[in-house]
């Protein structure tokens, strides 16, 4: 079964401390993998897709990285405007349908 | 430009009634889904239209779910006899086509007394 799995679950930084979310994924055939953000009572905000292995892309201090079996997103000196739910998701090869994980709930404190 | 609208933005009913949600998409955007995300979980996906034909209802939960998308733009969702546990929010995203990025509208908040 397709799977998609996030860590951690909530974290919490200072203002201006960098740090990764992780999302390990077992799509077969990936086609692509996808980056949202959500806040409180609002729909997914899309950020970023990536399509293969070695792939980065980078917005603001959000950078987007791929490898074979997991993606990381790097928040480098978060501001507390990114406090957010961070939703990873996969799209198999043939299928439109995303297949999310349940998101890491980020925290930066002023 | 606008984006993805969703009707009504909360939804209160109970047990056992019918109810209808409205997704309006992004103009232009033949590809359009719904998803339910319910608390402290990621989307999970329901079903996906393109233009007017569903070509993937896989994640419809059982028969009480139904949706349709009659010209090719707005779909409606619909859920018979409501049970507690359909109580989510349901979001809906659109995009150009397939294999191009989908993009969400707020959601509907349904809740089941």
């Known amino acids: 079964e397709d799977q998609v799995t996030q860590s951690p679950e909530a974290l919490r930084l200072q203002e201006g401390e960098s740090s990764s979310l992780n999302c390990s994924y077992t799509v077969s055939g990936l086609r692509g993998l996808f980056w949202y953000r959500q806040d409180p009572g609002k729909g997914p905000e899309f950020l970023f897709t990536l399509y293969s292995a070695g792939e980065e892309k980078e917005k603001e201090r959000l950078k987007a990285t791929l490898t074979k079996k997991e993606s990381f997103l790097h928040i480098t000196a978060p501001k507390p405007e990114d406090s957010a739910t961070y939703l990873c998701?996969?799209?198999?090869?043939?299928?439109?349908?995303?297949?999310f994980g349940k998101g890491t709930k980020l925290t930066v404190n002023p | 430009g606008a984006g993805v609208s969703q009707t009504p933005s909360n939804k209160v009913t109970e047990k056992g009634k019918y109810v209808e949600l409205r997704c309006d998409p992004i103009?232009?955007?033949?590809?359009l889904y719904w998803y339910r995300q319910s608390l402290g979980q990621g989307p999970e996906f329901l079903i996906y239209?393109?233009?007017?034909?569903?070509?993937?209802d896989s994640g419809l939960p059982n028969d009480r779910f139904f949706a349709v998308r009659p010209e090719g733009s707005v779909s409606t969702l619909k859920i018979q006899r409501t049970e507690r546990g359909d109580s989510a929010v349901y979001l809906c995203?659109?995009?150009?086509?397939?294999?191009?990025?989908?993009?969400f509208g707020p959601g509907t908040r349904l809740t089941v007394l």
């Open positions: 103009s232009g955007h033949t590809a």
């Open positions: 995203a659109s995009s150009l086509g397939i294999a191009t990025t989908q993009y």
């Open positions: 998701a996969g799209t198999q090869g043939g299928s439109e349908k995303l297949v």
């Open positions: 239209f393109q233009g007017t034909g569903a070509a993937d």
